[in-house]
């Protein structure tokens, strides 16, 4: 079983930061294809950062130069650094896992930046 749990959301002030992590466990032994992802309300849910199968970053443009994803290979953790927030971030942050034909989903995180 696979489990993805999020953690780090809240309310902040626009312009403010927050540090959202994503735990993974069972049967998951690599960071690769895992990121995340964004749904606000009445909109698609999209990509914000990940990293590939080659281990490359990949960003929405609208958060490249405020967002930064990192990970921890040791603890299969990966993080999304959001500096510069603006109440346009406001969404429900979801964790993502690729792993060949599966793809896992973590419970999301709201995240609300207030203007």
């Known amino acids: 079983q696979v489990q993805l749990v999020e953690s780090g959301g809240g309310l902040v002030q626009a312009g403010g930061s927050l540090r959202l992590s994503c735990a993974a466990s069972?049967?998951?032994?690599?960071?690769?294809?895992m990121g995340w992802y964004r749904q606000a309300p009445g909109k698609q849910r999209e990509l914000v950062a990940a990293f590939n199968g080659l281990g490359n970053t990949n960003y929405a443009d609208s958060v490249k130069g405020r967002f930064t994803i990192s990970r921890d290979d040791a603890k299969i953790m990966v993080y999304l650094q959001m500096n510069s927030l603006k109440p346009e971030d406001t969404a429900i942050y979801y964790c993502?896992?690729?792993?060949?034909?599966?793809?896992?989903w973590g419970q999301g995180t709201q995240v609300t930046v207030s203007s």
């Open positions: 069972g049967s998951i032994f690599s960071v690769s294809n």
């Open positions: 993502r896992k690729g792993d060949g034909f599966y793809v896992y």
